[in-house]
Nanobody, 125 residues
Framework: QVQLAESGGGSVQAGASLTLSCAAS????????MGWFRQTPGKERSLVAA????????VYGSSVKGRFTIDKYGPQNTVYLRMHSLKPEDTAVYYC??????????????????WGQGTQVTVSS
């Protein structure tokens, strides 16, 4: 049974940094990729960043390029989203998801098989 657990959300001032963690269990293949998405009320879940399980490939949403980094440095079953220069428009619930394989489809939320419960990030001006 796949389980994903996000942590690290919180409330910060604009310009601050925050790191989110996603601990995964039950993924029995290194063919999985992991993605971070975010969602605000009334809007669809949108891609923040995604990474292959080996860390070889990454992709970022256009609004976070250059400010956020996704990586797997640390425990092998944990994916990190390192967020810098946070803006009020980054305020959202951030979700971690897993998807089998890698390709352009990793940018599409509905293609993901498993999700965590989400963690709130609030950035005030």
């Amino acid at each position: 049974q796949v389980q994903l657990a996000e942590s690290g959300g919180g409330s910060v001032q604009a310009g601050a940094s925050l790191t989110l963690s996603c601990a995964a269990s039950g993924l029995d293949s290194d063919e999985y990729s992991m993605g971070w998405f975010r969602q605000t009320p009334g809007k669809e879940r949108s891609l923040v960043a995604a990474i292959t399980w080996t860390g070889e490939n990454t992709v970022y949403g256009s609004s976070v390029k250059g400010r956020f980094t996704i990586d797997k440095y640390g425990p092998q079953n944990t994916v990190y989203l390192r967020m810098h220069s946070l803006k009020p428009e980054d305020t959202a619930v951030y979700y971690c998801g897993s998807i089998l394989s890698w390709g352009p489809f990793v940018e599409t939320a509905y293609r993901y098989a498993h999700w965590g419960q989400g963690t709130q990030v609030t950035v005030s001006s």
